[in-house]
């Protein structure tokens, strides 16, 4: 019998801590689904959704050269990301700014790096659509997320993209 010594997937969760508690609640579910797929994970915390593409830049860069898609800070090489936070529309067109860059960034990467994205960036009106979402009880965006990542990685493998 051979024994599997493929390393689990190690997935980057980039959390904008802009709406704390409504991404804390995603993280939650998007630990659960990452634990249940047998994945390991670390997170990195930015201050909003416009630094999230940064952060993702960033473990790419630090990866460039090896044979995954960045490297984590923990020093493993990264399979996918997953991408958690919440961007409530205000009073200001500041919302629509935000919201379209966060999410042009993090695509454009994903498009020129081959990544494994899981994209969970809400994008409400209020706080109450907010919780409708996040609350791993109800919506449960962050394990979306999560599956989202898992599903792409494993897309990846079928293109014998992984690891590159």
Known sequence: MTKNTTPPLHVLIIEASFYQDISNEMRRGTIATLKEAGA??????????????????????????SSGDGISGEGRLIDGYVVLGCVIR???????????????????????FSLAVGFGLLTVEHRD??????????????????RACLHMVRLKRDFQLYPR
């Open 129 to 146: 659509q907010a919780w409708a979402r996040a609350a791993v009880d109800k919506g449960d965006q962050g394990a979306r997320a999560a």
């Open 40 to 65: 390991t994970y670390e997170i990195v915390i930015v201050p909003g959704a416009l630094e999230i593409p940064a952060a993702i830049h960033y473990a790419v860069e630090a990866g460039a050269g």
């Open 90 to 112: 205000g009073e200001t067109s500041h919302y629509d700014i935000v919201c379209g860059e966060c999410s042009r960034g993090v695509m454009d990467l994903a498009q020129e």
